[in-house]
């Protein structure tokens, strides 16, 4: 089991910054990878970002370039600096955590925080 909780989220306005974290319950050595994702209203939950235990990270195409992930491994903890802000990265943000054992994958989710972009 793993329990994350994000912070961090809040309103700015547009080209604004914003930067979210996430403290895992235990050592994120133990977990195969930690992730973003977002739902705005009306759509479906998708990715944003995400980091292996490798390190090796991937974002989704309309945040390359804007979104950075980045973990500090004594705090067990994953944040995601997000820059440039646009109204469209209006969402709730939810943390990830996945454990992958061979061909199962078990994800954990935070209870998500609300990232609103306004002028």
């Known amino acids: 089991q793993v329990q994350v909780v994000e912070s961090g989220g809040g309103s700015v306005q547009p080209g604004g910054s914003l930067r979210l974290s996430c403290q895992a319950s235990r050592t994120i050595y133990s977990i195969n990878e930690m992730g973003w994702y977002r739902q705005a209203p009306g759509k479906q939950r998708e990715m944003v970002a995400a980091m292996t235990i490798g390190g090796s990270t991937a974002y989704a195409d309309p945040v390359k370039g804007r979104f950075t992930i980045s973990r500090d491994n004594a705090k067990n903890t994953v944040y995601l600096q997000m820059n440039s802000l646009e109204p469209e990265d209006t969402a709730v943000y939810y943390c990830?955590?996945?454990?992958?054992?061979?061909?199962?994958?078990?994800?954990?989710w935070g209870q998500g925080t609300q990232v609103t972009v306004s002028s």
């Open positions: 990830n955590a996945a454990i992958i054992f061979f061909t199962t994958r078990r994800d954990f």
